[in-house]
């Protein structure tokens, strides 16, 4: 019984996944703008934007669904005369700070980058004391 249980709930977990990949692309996933300059502008702003899926791969470079339907709002909001900053906020307010390669310093990330300083402060004043009371023995 147990085991009917694990695989019913395995199962209700990988069908929206599966579902997704059913899907067929968006209109701009794999096609440029016409517009060069606004295709260059969208281009540039998807190199800087990580895939939720692949993780190590931009959108620019995946061929993810995720990162196809991204590239897709990238080029229907450049098209559309947003900025690229403009859309950089939005995707982060809808998918996290985790989307971006540039994550800003806020309240919830400062942590990630005061940790490698206060790390390399304190492994120079343990070496430090340690240099200074070993040489006058």
């Known amino acids: 019984m147990n085991r009917l249980l694990y695989a019913l709930a395995a199962l209700s977990i990988a069908l929206p996944t599966a579902a997704q990949d059913k899907l067929?692309?968006?209109?701009?996933?794999?096609?440029?703008?016409?517009?060069a300059a606004q295709e260059a502008r969208a281009k540039a702003l998807m190199e800087t934007l990580r895939c939720l899926q692949c993780q190590g791969q931009s959108i620019a470079d995946s061929d993810a669904p995720i990162a196809g339907d991204m590239r897709h709002q990238v080029r229907v909001r450049i098209a559309a005369?947003?900025?690229?900053?403009?859309?950089?906020?939005?995707l982060v307010e809808r998918y996290g700070n985790y989307v971006s390669y540039?994550?800003?310093?806020?309240?919830?990330?400062?942590?990630?980058?005061?940790a490698p300083l206060i790390l390399a402060a304190l492994a120079a004043a343990l070496l430090r004391r340690r240099f200074t009371t070993g040489a006058g023995v």
């Open 24 to 35: 067929p692309p968006a209109p701009y996933a794999y096609r440029q703008l016409d517009d």
């Open 81 to 90: 005369g947003e900025q690229p900053e403009a859309i950089r906020a939005w």
């Open 102 to 114: 540039a994550p800003r310093i806020d309240r919830l990330t400062w942590p990630l980058f005061a």
